[in-house]
C-alpha cells in the first residue's frame, strides 16, 4: 500500500507561481513512476507531468515551460514548481504514483485545489 498526501494548493493570481508537494509512503521505489494530474468540473483527468528519474521528466505540451517537475528520492516527494499561471490551470491537482515492485498499481492523493484569479 502507498499513501500519498498533497500541500501546496491555493489561490494565485494570473502570472503568479505556486509549488505543489506530494509525499509518499508505504511501499514505493525509486524506478516506479510519480506525476501529477489535474481535473475540473465535467472534464476528464488529465496528465500534467510525470517523472522516473530527474532525466526524463514528461509534460503536457499545455504546460511546457512553465511547470517543473522534480523529485527527491530521500524524502520520497515528488514537487511541481508551476509559474506564469494562467487562470486556465485552475483544477483540482491530484499527486499520482504507479508504485509496486513485480506488479503497478495506480495510487491516487486526495487532491488539492488551485485556484488562479485575479
Known amino acids: 500500500q502507498v499513501q500519498l498526501v498533497e500541500s501546496g494548493g491555493g489561490l494565485v493570481q494570473p502570472g503568479g507561481s505556486l509549488t505543489l508537494s506530494c509525499a509518499a509512503s508505504g511501499s514505493i521505489f525509486t524506478f516506479n513512476p510519480m506525476g501529477w494530474y489535474r481535473q475540473v468540473p465535467g472534464k476528464q483527468r488529465e496528465l500534467v507531468a510525470t517523472i522516473i528519474s530527474a532525466d526524463s521528466p514528461n509534460y503536457a505540451d499545455s504546460v511546457k515551460g512553465r511547470f517543473t517537475i522534480s523529485r527527491d528520492n530521500a524524502k520520497n516527494t515528488v514537487y511541481l514548481q508551476m509559474n506564469n499561471l494562467k487562470p486556465e490551470d485552475t483544477a483540482v491537482y491530484y499527486c499520482?504514483?504507479?508504485?509496486?515492485?513485480?506488479?503497478?498499481?495506480?495510487?491516487w492523493g486526495e487532491g488539492t485545489l488551485v485556484t488562479v484569479s485575479s
Open positions: 499520482n504514483a504507479k508504485a509496486g515492485y513485480y506488479t503497478f498499481a495506480d495510487y
